[in-house]
């Protein structure tokens, strides 16, 4: 299992990504700011415990700790 960063992970393309991510048993840490994306293109990931939904804008720097 690896940990995944998906930067835009609420939009179209991205809650997919997450989606077949989190499926294949993947940690995914999702990323978004939420000005084109939409919490509910990836609601139905909420209660997966191998995902983590951050609201970070990527122009600043973003640490995983």
């Known amino acids: ?3 995944v960063l998906v ?10 990504l997450c ?3 989190v499926n294949e048993g993947h940690e995914v840490i999702c990323l978004d700011n939420f ?3 939409s919490k509910k293109n990836i609601e ?3 209660d997966k ?3 983590r939904l951050v609201e ?3 122009i600043y720097p973003y640490c995983e700790k």
């Open 35 to 37: 000005f084109t994306g």
């Open 44 to 46: 139905h990931l909420f």
């Open 56 to 58: 970070h804008d990527v």
């Open 1 to 3: 299992m690896k940990k």
């Open 19 to 21: 989606t077949r991510l």
């Open 49 to 51: 415990p191998n995902f």
């Open 7 to 16: 930067s835009g992970g609420a939009g179209f393309i991205g809650s997919h």
